[in-house]
């Protein structure tokens, strides 16, 4: 009985998100994330230069999944939520551990160590996408969607405050991504949201383009109160680094579920 809600709840096969099991993988993420922040603070290392070198990373796991949805890798508790995040988040903390020891003993940059392990096994699943084939029309549309929606933000960076930090428009614009392949799947091509909360806004708007106001405004509010209570630039960095994967991650799997699927 306790295996079988296990089971249902939090190492499922199929899509299973609720409300019961989203409270507790945000109160587990929150623990993982106060130990990552400690884990920084005894390596001694800035978060913030993890944003660019942990995309290869984020391909990786995302793509994984996407090659799940679309039957080319077996639908296995390893490939699937939460086995592929607790997969890709213990080979992380294993490479970033592994890659400071080689800084310091070997002398080379770990970040170098970390974008050159990522872009290497990032390259079967691009080759099998390549494959299968990938609709380059449809990811001209989401590239599209996004720069149009982003390019405010960019252009006029230096005129809001909250976005002169490089790393708080990193952070947006991931999410953006994110709300930009969330619109593009569910409006145009009959996808469904599967998090609870965005299910219910989209359901009460009636469309998926909420997503763009609400990602805007919730991450721009929560980066105000980051900045403003997070002093430590540690604790700080940590928490942003956090948000950002939280956005790339989706933004990834969902653009390359559709233009695998699309044909």
Do not use: W
């Amino acid at each position: 009985m306790i295996s079988n809600f296990i089971e249902e709840n939090f190492f499922y096969l199929h899509p299973g998100y609720n409300t019961f099991n989203t409270i507790v993988f945000g109160i587990v993420l929150g623990v993982i994330i106060l130990g990552i922040n400690e884990l920084f603070k005894r390596i001694d290392k800035n978060p913030n230069e993890l944003m660019f070198v942990l995309i290869p990373l984020i391909i990786f796991g995302s793509t994984s999944r996407a090659l799940v949805d679309n039957q080319i890798y077996p639908r296995i508790h390893l490939l699937a939520t939460p086995g592929i995040y607790i997969f890709i988040g213990i080979m992380t903390i294993i490479l970033l551990l592994l890659s400071t020891f080689l800084e310091r003993h070997l002398k080379y940059k770990y970040t170098d160590i970390i974008l050159v392990f990522g872009s290497i096994i990032c390259i079967p699943n691009i080759a099998l996408m390549i494959i299968h084939g990938i609709n380059f029309n449809i990811l001209l549309i989401e590239i599209t969607c996004f720069l149009i929606v982003s390019s405010p933000f960019i252009i006029f960076r230096k005129n809001v405050k909250i976005l002169n930090n490089h790393t708080n428009l990193k952070v947006l614009l991931a999410h953006i991504l994110d709300a930009t392949s969330t619109f593009i799947a569910l409006d145009f091509f009959n996808y469904s949201e599967q998090h609870v909360l965005p299910t219910f806004m989209i359901n009460l708007a009636g469309t998926a383009l909420i997503m763009y106001p609400l990602k805007i405004i919730i991450i721009l509010s929560i980066l105000c109160i980051i900045d403003r209570l997070l002093d430590d630039k540690i604790d700080n960095n940590t928490l942003k680094l956090s948000i950002y994967i939280l956005g790339l991650a989706p933004a990834v799997r969902n653009i390359s579920t559709l233009i695998l699927s699309i044909i």
